[in-house]
């Protein structure tokens, strides 16, 4: 394995998820034994996945909804118990899902300062760069509006401009760069380079093909929480577009 | 991966626990986070109504109004206590805060889920939230006890400074009582269809609306008493504010809920702080 500089490095990871099941019990299920077991039903999301991510790399995520790209990346970031195995990695990489913390009542400047502070920077720090984000986003005319007047397009690029405001060194994206206008997403694409010149690691998870064989230097095709195929995007997306076609 | 490998780059375990010393750091770290945003989730609570911020006064107004119409001018109650209405909006408020807080610490977890989902920082913020919130929260309803408290006869005495401890021992065992109420309630959701009832309970066993030094004259059953937490809490606010009788049992408890609670609390919630991403 080729580990030189191995940035996060995946071992044998699985990931389960017990969800409650919605199905109706009745009366004849609710007088069953055993019945607590069969409420809850076990989702093999991640299913084993050995991966090593190199410092100054773009790598794409592809794979059919439920393949358990989204998990992978939630997984890489330490804050999914795993079912078994490891994640190891140089930093804690941050998941571009600051939008989470987000209030959809408070203007788009109180949600910087919030996004800041879970980011886990201190006010000061927040209020130092809160200029720069707003330039970022492009917001600067809507910004002391309540964000649930934002577009979903608006929303993502305030997120994703506090989510890189302090350049992490590993940056998870779900799917949200295609949200943006052009002149956003070109701005986006810029900042993703800066990240992975400093050699950093950018992980994006995507169904726009194009936007993987523009950014991307290797794509990792997952298929029912496994690795199908991996390597240069241009090899692994023509194979998953023959894939699902043929399907 | 080669041995030689890991000594050039040393990766850290995500998988791992952190230890008790790096957690208790990374939450100091952040801990403006557990101030700022429960403040600003005060503030766009009221947002859209016509009296906006006013509404964090005028709630604890009206339900002091409501205590004075139904037991000062309807039943004209005063079940052996004078000032009977000062007696119970200080028992109400301080009550509410407590129930208020372990109420909203039950959900705080599944309701932040995707926040946990997507962010890294210590899950006791959260809870540590829900307190920090009602805490402010509280603060109008404070004032207008005060001055209901002024109004109906009673005079500041050098008592009232104690009251200053009896708020931080109920903020300490706040702070107990939402960790372990945010652990429960996130494992089981039942939890919180449990709880209002449990404080109804509470309420009427508590002596928040009648002086349970009244009904209950068995010394052996006053003892019984000092056990709950929140009897504790109300006597010991009233003795300071007030002056009414407070036993050393009282104080003992009181001392002994505001100490070990938090303590507990963080041993329960910390068990389960790597589970609440599932």
């Known amino acids: 394995m080729t580990g030189s500089s191995a940035i996060v490095s995946l071992e ?3 990931v389960f998820y017990r969800v409650y099941e919605d199905a109706s019990v009745g009366l004849k299920g609710l007088f069953a034994r055993g019945r607590v077991q069969r409420r809850y039903r076990t989702v093999r999301a991640v299913q084993g996945v050995t991966y090593d991510f190199h410092s100054g790399e773009t790598v794409g995520l592809i794979g059919p909804n439920g393949s358990g790209k989204s998990t992978l990346l939630a997984a890489m970031t330490g804050l999914l118990p795993l ?165 | 991966m080669g041995g030689m490998v890991e000594d050039r780059h040393p990766l850290l375990d995500l998988s791992e626990p952190q230890s008790v010393g790096s957690y208790l750091r990374d939450v100091w770290r952040r801990r403006e986070f557990a101030v700022v945003v429960p403040a600003q989730d005060l503030r766009a609570l009221n947002m859209d109504t016509v009296l906006g911020q006013l509404w964090h006064l005028v709630n604890p107004a009206m339900m002091i109004g409501v205590y004075f119409l139904i037991f000062g001018v309807v039943l004209d109650t005063r079940r052996g206590v004078d000032n009977f209405l000062g007696f119970l909006v200080v028992g109400v408020a301080m009550f509410h805060l407590t129930q208020r807080v372990m109420q909203d610490a039950g959900v705080a977890i599944p309701r932040n889920h995707s926040l946990i989902r997507s962010m890294q920082f210590p899950r006791i913020l959260i809870p540590l939230s829900t307190v920090n919130g009602q805490t402010l929260a509280f603060v109008p309803a404070l004032v207008l006890v005060l001055i209901t408290l002024l109004a109906t006869g009673e005079r500041p005495a050098l008592r009232w400074v104690l009251f200053v401890v009896v708020l931080a021992g109920q903020f300490s065992f706040n702070v107990g009582a939402a960790l372990i109420s945010a652990r429960i309630g996130a494992a089981v959701r039942d939890f919180n269809q449990l709880l209002p009832h449990v404080f109804r309970l509470l309420f009427y066993v508590s002596g928040v609306i009648f002086s349970v030094d009244v009904f209950v004259t068995s010394p052996a059953w006053r003892r019984a008493f000092a056990l709950n937490p929140v009897y504790d809490l109300v006597t010991c606010a009233r003795w300071c504010l007030m002056g009414h009788p407070a036993d050393a049992f009282v104080l003992a408890g009181f001392i002994a809920w505001a100490v070990v609670l938090p303590v507990a609390g963080f041993v329960v919630f910390r068990r389960a702080d790597h589970l609440f991403g599932r």
């Not at chain 1, 209030?103 to 209020?127: H, K, Q, T, Y």
């Not at chain 1, 809160?130 to 492009?138: H, M, P, R, V």
């Not at chain 1, 649930?148 to 929303?155: K, L």
């Open chain 1, 12 to 14: 044998d990871v699985h």
């Open chain 1, 83 to 247: 079912e078994s195995g490891r994640v190891m990695a140089r930093s804690r990489p941050t998941l571009l899902g600051v939008t989470a913390a987000l209030r959809p009542a408070l203007s788009g400047r109180r949600n910087i300062m919030i996004g800041g502070l879970a980011l886990g920077f201190s006010r000061a720090e927040v209020s130092e760069r809160t200029g720069a984000i707003i330039d970022f986003s492009g917001l600067s005319d809507a910004i002391d509006r309540p964000m649930r007047t934002y577009s979903s397009g608006m929303r993502a690029r305030l997120g994703f401009a506090i989510a890189t405001a302090w350049r992490p060194e590993v940056l998870l994206i779900d799917e949200v760069l295609a949200v943006g206008d052009q002149e956003f997403q070109e701005r986006s694409r810029e900042r993703i380079d800066e990240i992975r010149a400093e050699s950093g690691l950018v992980v994006l998870v995507t169904h726009n093909m194009a936007e993987i064989t523009s950014t991307c230097g290797r794509v990792i095709w997952l298929d029912k929480g496994l690795i199908r195929m991996q390597g240069e995007p241009d090899r692994v997306t023509s194979a998953y577009m023959s894939a699902i076609s043929t399907r």
